[in-house]
């Protein structure tokens, strides 16, 4: 059996629980790493026991910088170095027009999407630099570059998130440290599942491959930013969207 493009590297994802963060779990194991799955819902905890001691789940709230220095040190502590941290975690908060959105709904999307991809860029990046280098991929959205009717703090975290990916990524690109966002479209998760029909039907009808993205379509591109196929890749968004941002 011939090794991964990711034998002997650590990594942690957050949001493994479910959806792109569970694939992007899968996908990097499947390429030979070591992963440390990070999530609050208690769904890591299946997810690592079907992978095997090469998976080690952790209970981490994002928005909380103890529990982010945590699951990094648990990497470390696991498996001896950490060179790979996806931050995926996200949620779509409440679907509502921007005059009827709370301020409670606001500051939940942005803390749980912007702070948390933050802090994971934060806590990792040193410990990445002192290990002479790594990756960092972030997940973004294509909501970050277009709108989304009834999901302003939505978009306005995702756009956080590339901002920051491309800022981080020059801050550190001579000390070895590749940041890298993925922008998924409509893709097939629990998260997009529950929204309603109509909003899915509108937006497949205006995605050229006429379908939701899968998961796993998502991990792939993550996978790549990861690995050395990406080697010269720095402060990129790579778009994951059937061709709805290409309209």
Do not use: W
């Not at 529950?194 to 996978?223: C, F, N, S, W, Y």
């Amino acid at each position: 059996m011939m090794a991964g493009k990711l034998a002997d590297k650590v990594a942690v994802v957050t949001g493994a629980g479910s959806g792109i963060g569970a694939a992007i779990v899968e996908a990097l194991h499947r390429e030979g790493a070591k992963v440390v799955a990070a999530d609050i819902s208690g769904q890591q905890e299946e997810l690592a026991k079907r992978l095997g001691s090469d998976c080690v789940p952790v209970h981490a709230d994002v928005t909380n910088g103890t529990d982010i220095q945590t699951m990094l040190h648990v990497a470390t502590a696991t498996f001896g170095r950490l060179d790979i941290v996806c931050n995926n975690a996200g949620i779509d908060g409440e679907l509502v027009p921007t005059a009827g959105c709370s301020e409670e709904n606001y500051d939940r999307v942005m803390a749980v999407n912007a702070r948390g991809v933050f802090l994971g860029m934060r806590y990792a990046i040193p410990i990445l630099v002192a290990g002479g280098g790594g990756t960092i991929v972030n997940t973004a959205s294509i909501a970050s570059t277009v709108a989304f009717p009834s999901m302003a703090p939505y978009c306005a975290s995702k756009g956080a998130i590339l901002m920051m990916t491309k800022t981080a990524a020059v801050e550190y690109a001579a000390a070895g440290v590749r940041i890298n966002c993925i922008c998924p479209g409509v893709t097939d998760t629990a998260l997009v599942r529950q929204m309603p029909e109509k909003l899915i039907a509108g937006a497949m009808a205006l995605t050229p491959m006429g379908r939701m993205g899968q998961p796993a379509e998502m991990a792939d591109a993550a996978v790549f930013l990861a690995s050395d196929d990406a080697s010269f890749i720095t402060g990129a968004a790579i778009t994951v969207d059937g061709g709805y941002t290409a309209l």
